[in-house]
């Protein structure tokens, strides 16, 4: 069975830095991306960041210079560093791996909240 532990949530000022941390374990087969998805209260959730297994990454508009993501494919870790954090980074964010056929699976998620 597949699982998603993530850390490194919690509560920053404006202008301060957060490292997200996801871990997957259990049987995962060709994994596609791996990737971090926010969910403020109100709103839809959305894509942060991804990254494919050849490196190639993408980044929601309002994050890019901000923050970046890494991943560790030999432990299938994935990382999110957020630094110049904003009030509006505020959200719950969550890990996702995507299989090659498409399937996501979802971490539980981590809250952050940037206080201004």
């Known amino acids: 069975q597949v699982q998603l532990v993530e850390s490194g949530g919690g509560l920053v000022q404006a202008g301060g830095s957060l490292r997200l941390s996801c871990a997957a374990s259990g049987i995962i087969f060709s994994i596609n991306s791996m990737g971090w998805y926010r969910q403020a209260p109100g709103k839809q959730r959305e894509l942060v960041a991804r990254?494919?297994?050849?490196?190639?990454?993408d980044y929601a508009d309002s994050v890019k210079g901000r923050f970046t993501i890494s991943r560790d494919n030999a432990e299938n870790t994935v990382y999110l560093q957020m630094n110049s954090l904003k009030p509006e980074d505020t959200a719950v964010y969550y890990c996702t791996v995507q299989r090659i056929d498409r399937y996501n699976y979802w971490g539980q998620g981590t809250q952050v909240t940037v206080s201004s």
């Open positions: 990254i494919r297994t050849d490196g190639r990454t």
